[in-house]
C-alpha cells in the first residue's frame, strides 16, 4: 500500500513563498518518479514538476519560480514555491507513478491573492 500526504497550503500574498511537502509511506523506490499536479477550478490537471534519477522537470509556467526536491531516506517530496501570482491559485497534488500506475495524495489548497 502507498499512501501520500500533502502539507503546506494555505493563503499566500502576491510575491509570496510557500513550501509543499509530501510524505510517502508503504513501498516507495527512490527510482520512480515523483511529482506536483495542480487543478485550477474548471481547468485540466497539470503536470507543476517532476523528479526522477535522471532530474527534474517544470511547467513553463513555473519553471525559475518553483524548486522540485526529494529526500529519498524520508520518503518525502518538496515543491519550493516563491514569486507567486494569483495564477498559481489552484489544488496541488503529489503524485507516485509505478510503471503505468498513479498514485495520489489528497490535495492541497495553495491561494494567492491580496
Known amino acids: 500500500q502507498v499512501q501520500l500526504v500533502e502539507s503546506g497550503g494555505g493563503l499566500v500574498q502576491p510575491g509570496g513563498s510557500l513550501r509543499l511537502s509530501c510524505a510517502a509511506s508503504?513501498?516507495?523506490?527512490?527510482?520512480?518518479?515523483m511529482g506536483w499536479y495542480r487543478q485550477a477550478p474548471g481547468k485540466q490537471r497539470e503536470l507543476v514538476a517532476i523528479?526522477?534519477?535522471?532530474?527534474?522537470n517544470y511547467a513553463t509556467s513555473v519553471e525559475g519560480r518553483f524548486t522540485i526536491s526529494r529526500d529519498n531516506a524520508r520518503n518525502t517530496v518538496y515543491l519550493q514555491m516563491n514569486s507567486l501570482k494569483p495564477e498559481d491559485t489552484a489544488v496541488y497534488y503529489c503524485?507516485?507513478?509505478?510503471?503505468?500506475?498513479?498514485?495520489w495524495g489528497q490535495g492541497t489548497q495553495v491561494t494567492v491573492s491580496s
Open positions: 503524485n507516485y507513478r509505478v510503471f503505468t500506475k498513479d498514485y
Open positions: 508503504g513501498s516507495i523506490f527512490s527510482i520512480n518518479p
Open positions: 523528479i526522477n534519477s535522471s532530474g527534474k
